[in-house]
């Protein structure tokens, strides 16, 4: 837990896939949260905490099992606003003195809507203005008896206690999941419980900045940093934040695999180094890695081969730093979330990712990770409150292995050169046309066959290319992106009149499923 001087809200996690909308919801209101699974909040937690407000979650269990779980019971002591979410709907009646039933009759999932009882409640302000209100249900126990002290104070013809609250305790209970976008007006319900609470919503991304600055200076001390810097928003913004509060304790290291795009290395560290005066080692390792990539061309392989080039020359130039003692990552929320998933149960691996994992221990460094509380958009937020430039924060995401997987087959230095150039013509039409915004993310592959053309009276025989453009929200599924048919033939013909060794451009039109965005 950060050393958060705010008001905070916690939410008690059962579990629920939806959890973190949650938090989304708080975030919108400057509130500050903390998600903890259900485990790890005892007493004492709840005491060191100390929540102005407390969440329980939905989650997948059933209260009538015994061994299903719980918060302890001094959350409804604490004398603080509580609001249980189906599941937590459920565990509060059933541990207040009221009654919950398994009963496939009343069982609801998806959109249903809720009538608003007679009596007024602070929760509800602002609903059932034009009649009932559209919720997302997801749940197959149901109270039956609601505890003593509550009131209902809405129903959906499955749920007839869809919205019960004990005002005079400040505890509210609803059956229905009112982060999601399917339940319209759900924002209104958590901005009336934080105001209730007595929230002022001053966490802003200006004071996020100093919590973790003084958070970071606490955590290191006189110690020394070792950050790796790829240019990506995360790792930047990482950088950019330690670098403001320890200065020179801290070393980023930038690896050059050599399959970068074009200028990117200049670029990154003429921005870190010459800018912002940041300590980096620029480590110019294309040899090795094009050199153990040479006539490799299993996808798995070459992701593999890279991987764990990359952990060594990391090891390599990290162990020369003086009394380094810390590894920063940018690790965000939803990646810490997801550690603490209740699921179980590793789900298939489509792709080796690229990152660091494991170094950690193998170097017996310590980690510092100042973005684990945030969302990418709260990342981009904080970049631009470092000082950071629009246009390198709003870059599309780049993958760790780089052009490797954009290369499928044998990856030879003259087709990178080649991909290079028409992936610089592409992304050049893009902004001209400005659509680089709108785009999740961009780039040209080579493909490993040559075709016949004819440019002016000749014959060529060159590279055929791709060009790929998805739209996304978080990467996991994509569409591609509509260009006009203009824009493409404008594209096509500048690539294969400006980039020496492409001479056929196609468009990639496959969506994720059953593509994935990279080639490889
Ligand atoms: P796929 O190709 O799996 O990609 O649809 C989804 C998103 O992840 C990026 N990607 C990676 N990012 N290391 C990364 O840091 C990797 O190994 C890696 N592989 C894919 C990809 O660019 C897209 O944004």
Redesign the pocket.
């Given at each position: 837990m950060t050393d958060i001087t705010h008001d905070r809200l916690l939410i008690i996690d059962f579990g629920s896939q939806v959890t973190q909308l949650i938090a989304r919801r708080l975030r919108e209101l400057n509130v500050y949260c903390e998600i903890h699974p259900y485990q790890n909040v005892t007493d004492s937690f709840l005491a060191d905490f100390a929540p102005k407000a407390v969440i329980l979650s939905g989650g997948p269990a059933s209260v009538i099992n015994d061994a299903s779980p719980r918060p302890p019971v001094s959350v409804f002591e604490l004398n603080v606003p509580v609001l249980g979410i189906c599941y937590g709907q459920q565990v509060m009646m059933h541990m207040l003195g009221g009654k919950v039933e398994r009963g496939h009759g009343t069982a609801e999932f998806g959109r249903a809507f809720v009538t608003a009882g007679t009596a007024k409640l602070d929760l509800l302000d602002g609903w059932f203005m034009q009649g009932d209100e559209q919720v997302w249900m997801s749940h197959g126990d149901h109270v039956s008896r609601i505890a003593p002290g509550f009131t209902v104070y809405g129903t959906s013809p499955n749920a007839p206690f869809a919205i019960t609250a004990d005002p005079a305790r400040r505890f509210y209970a609803v059956q229905f999941h009112p982060e999601v976008h399917h339940t319209p007006n759900g924002a209104m319900l958590y901005k009336n419980f934080v105001e209730m609470a007595g929230f002022s919503g001053d966490w802003t991304m200006g004071a996020y900045r100093e919590d973790a600055i003084a958070a970071i200076r606490a955590q290191v001390g006189a110690a020394h940093v070792i950050c790796g810097l790829?240019g990506?928003v995360d790792s930047s913004v990482t950088a950019m934040l330690l670098h403001e509060a320890i200065g020179d304790q801290l070393t980023c290291v930038f690896v050059d695999h050599g399959l970068l795009r074009q200028n990117e290395a200049e670029e990154v560290v003429a921005m870190f180094r010459d800018n912002y005066n940041i300590k980096l080692i620029h480590a110019d390792e294309r040899d090795l890695f094009l050199g153990e990539l040479d006539g490799q061309s299993d996808p798995e392989t070459k992701?593999k081969i890279i991987?764990r080039l990359f952990i060594d020359v990391f090891q390599k130039y990290a162990s020369q730093i003086e009394d380094a003692k810390f590894l920063a990552q940018g690790t965000l929320y939803p990646d810490v979330i997801e550690s603490v998933s209740f699921s179980g149960g590793p789900s298939v691996t489509?792709?080796?990712?690229?990152?660091v994992g494991g170094l950690p221990e193998k170097m017996g460094l310590k980690l510092v990770e100042p973005l684990r509380e945030l969302f990418k958009d709260e990342v981009r937020e904080l970049g631009v409150e470092l000082g950071l430039p629009k246009s390198f924060i709003g870059r599309?995401?780049?993958?760790?292995?780089g052009l490797a997987?954009r290369c499928p087959g044998e990856i030879t230095r003259p087709k990178l050169e080649i991909l290079r150039h028409a992936d610089a013509v592409f992304i050049d039409q893009i902004r001209k046309h400005g659509l680089y915004d709108d785009i999740?993310?961009a780039f040209v592959a080579i493909l490993p066959v040559k075709t016949v053309g004819v440019m002016g009276d000749g014959r060529t025989y060159d590279y055929a290319c791709a060009l790929r453009a998805v739209t996304?929200v978080d990467?996991?599924t994509?569409d591609y992106y509509p260009f006009s048919h203009e824009f493409l033939g404008e594209t096509a013909t500048r690539i294969i009149n400006e980039v020496e060794g492409i001479n056929r451009v196609t468009y990639d039109i496959t969506s994720?499923p059953p593509?994935?965005?990279?080639?490889?």
């Open positions: 790829s990506g992701r991987g489509i792709k080796s990712h690229h990152n599309h995401p780049f993958p760790g292995p997987i999740w993310q996304s990467g996991m994509a994720k593509g994935t965005i990279e080639w490889e």
